[in-house]
């Protein structure tokens, strides 16, 4: 080797290790990453129990004054520093205590930032929550779920115009719109916010090409949906689902329960509000208060993203059995008594039996054989039942066994059941876990009172690292616990935590094949009428 050629080597070497050295140093510093900076300028957070926290950076304009009802638009740029140290306001809302009008405001669109990195160049996970709150309440900064982030990813929490603000369709928004679409504005903030993630994530030392979407309620079926519409494609590569998923038919009314709107049926429920509101044109809409539009004592409530042809293209079921989805691992959980959260207390029998002749018509006499309700006791535990069926577990059970038939990517079903005193519920008659009871598992209400709730906490314990290992890599299973295997309905694959982890069959099979049978026949009459 002559000597140049020497030379040149010991210099390619040299320059080798100062680059795995610098890569070290880059990522060994002491403190948590407490200054960054975004597109839109520098930012600095707060420590908190060892991580940088930004609690509101917005990610889109504030959607105010001529922006209502349209799409969202890049945020602006700022001089200077900008302080992350409270979290933004509530979208707007109707009122209750400890939710007051002065805390929320039009200018919503913010999202919080937990991360255990200490550097950029970490490219840890990603995991981005979107709360429920079914489509009209509920807030991002409810939690950056820091006990999740303590474990090795970087959480985002992100916020998205709700109620009337975020779904209301009408004729007259959808003809400003170049593409004849409207409604459907909270969903389009989501899909915004993951876009932002995908841009500037890596300043806080997460991996855009590692996100996983995870939500509970309406934040489940949001991660539904964004599984399912093709504006949503390559944004994230996994999906944890808490009690919700998108599966029933649609029709050209607006929506019912049990049966979603398309942009048509939505619309001609904003036609119904504006006059409602005793307003002549959109114009007039925009120039009101937005808590005349949110508020309580509007009287008008049941907002609901619709079937646009945009962003929901179609029967997610439909899609699903097509094949038409952003084909990607999933979790979806159902808890044991989700309805114990829904049902009046003073239920009686014979006004639950006339409820479940109105619900279901010709098919009322075999729900009352699968919810029986003679007493009003039991109608109390029927309504429950068929509350956490027909909402909750029929659709997480469609998501799981469609995309087990027509995707390469697993599907992984969870069913929460640890009996515990302490739920959102206060009914004595609750039998398990109630819905949203399955947030505590995720925070830190057991696991930092294990003296007090040992079981809960065992159980948070296991949830927290199946949850992580899957965001790490896009698989559940890992040292130390039961092994999970993906969903096969002919096999104990199910994975109920409760005084612990271990697989067990579907859970409440025969009322959810009769939920499904119900839908079935629901899916087909709402086709024929549109054909």
């Known amino acids: 080797m002559n000597l140049l050629l020497r030379k040149l080597v010991l210099c390619a070497i040299v320059m080798a290790a100062v680059g795995v050295q610098a890569q070290k140093a880059c990522c060994k510093q002491e403190q948590p990453l407490l200054a960054t900076h975004v597109e839109t300028g520098d930012v600095q957070g707060?420590?908190?129990?060892?991580?940088?926290?930004?609690?509101?950076i917005p990610y889109a304009a504030?959607?105010?004054?001529?922006?209502?009802?349209?799409?969202?638009?890049?945020?602006?740029?700022?001089?200077g520093v900008r302080v992350c140290d409270k979290f933004g306001p509530l979208p707007p809302q109707p009122t209750r205590p400890g939710r007051t009008a002065d805390m929320m405001s039009e200018d919503c669109l913010y999202l919080g930032i937990a991360t255990p990195a200490k550097a950029k160049c970490e490219k840890l996970p990603v995991m981005v929550w979107i709360h429920g709150g079914s489509f009209q309440t509920e807030w991002y900064g409810g939690d950056l779920w820091k006990r999740l982030a303590q474990r090795g990813v970087v959480?985002?929490?992100?916020?998205y115009r709700t109620g009337a603000l975020g779904f209301m369709a009408h004729p007259e928004l959808s003809k400003e719109?170049?593409?004849?679409?409207?409604?459907?504005?909270?969903?389009?903030?989501?899909?915004?916010a993951l876009q932002w993630v995908q841009r500037n994530i890596e300043q806080f030392g997460g991996d855009p090409s590692k996100v996983t979407i995870f939500g509970e309620s309406a934040g489940a079926i949001s991660c539904s949906m964004l599984c399912a519409s093709p504006l949503a494609k390559g944004l994230f590569r996994a999906c944890i689902s808490h009690s919700g998923g998108s599966f029933a038919p649609w029709s050209d009314q607006p929506r019912s329960l049990g049966l979603d709107a398309s942009q048509k049926?939505?619309?001609?429920?904003?036609?119904?509000?504006?006059?409602?509101?005793?307003?002549k044109s959109i114009k007039q809409l925009r120039q009101m208060d937005a808590m005349q539009l949110c508020d309580g004592n509007v009287g008008f409530a049941g907002f609901w993203p619709c079937v646009d042809g945009y962003v929901?293209?179609?029967?997610?079921?439909?899609?699903?059995?097509?094949?038409e989805?952003?084909?990607?691992?999933?979790?979806?959980?159902?808890?044991?008594?989700?309805?114990?959260?829904?049902?009046?207390?003073?239920?009686?029998?014979?006004?639950?039996?006339?409820?479940?002749?109105?619900?279901?018509?010709s098919w009322a006499d075999e729900a009352?054989?699968?919810?029986?309700?003679?007493?009003?006791?039991?109608?109390?535990?029927?309504?429950?039942?068929?509350?956490?069926?027909?909402?909750?577990?029929?659709?997480?059970?469609?998501?799981?066994?469609?995309?087990?038939?027509?995707?390469?990517?697993?599907?992984?079903?969870?069913?929460?059941?640890?009996?515990?005193?302490?739920?959102?519920?206060?009914?004595?008659?609750r039998k398990g876990v109630a819905h949203a009871d399955d947030i505590m598992y995720l925070n830190g209400t057991f696991l930092d009172q294990p003296q007090k709730y040992p079981a809960e906490s065992a159980v948070a314990e296991i949830i927290q690292q199946y949850w992580v290992n899957f965001a790490k890599t896009c698989n559940p299973n890992g040292k130390g616990l039961p092994y999970w295997p993906s969903f096969d309905d002919a096999k104990p694959t199910t994975m109920q935590f409760c005084n612990g982890a271990s697989l067990i069959m579907r859970p409440n099979r025969e009322q959810v094949d009769f939920v499904d049978r119900y839908y079935k026949a629901k899916r087909e009459e709402t086709e024929s009428s549109r054909h």
């Open 265 to 279: 049926g939505a619309e001609s429920q904003g036609v119904a509000f504006m006059k409602h509101l005793k307003k």
């Open 368 to 429: 009352l054989k699968v919810y029986p309700g003679s007493t009003d006791d039991e109608a109390w535990h029927g309504n429950g039942d068929a509350f956490r069926d027909m909402g909750f577990a029929w659709p997480s059970y469609a998501w799981v066994s469609l995309q087990t038939k027509t995707g390469k990517s697993p599907a992984y079903a969870a069913y929460l059941a640890q009996p515990s005193e302490v739920s959102f519920s206060r009914d004595p008659r």
């Open 62 to 79: 504030p959607p105010v004054g001529n922006l209502r009802w349209r799409a969202p638009q890049p945020a602006k740029a700022w001089e």
């Open 155 to 159: 959480i985002v929490s992100i916020e």
């Open 312 to 323: 929901i293209c179609d029967d997610q079921y439909r899609l699903y059995e097509r094949g």
């Open 46 to 56: 707060v420590l908190d129990e060892g991580l940088a926290v930004y609690k509101a």
């Open 177 to 192: 719109d170049k593409e004849g679409h409207s409604g459907n504005y909270g969903i389009l903030d989501q899909i915004f």
């Open 325 to 361: 989805y952003n084909d990607v691992p999933v979790i979806v959980m159902t808890n044991s008594d989700e309805g114990a959260l829904f049902t009046p207390g003073n239920i009686k029998a014979e006004q639950y039996q006339k409820q479940v002749r109105h619900i279901f018509g």
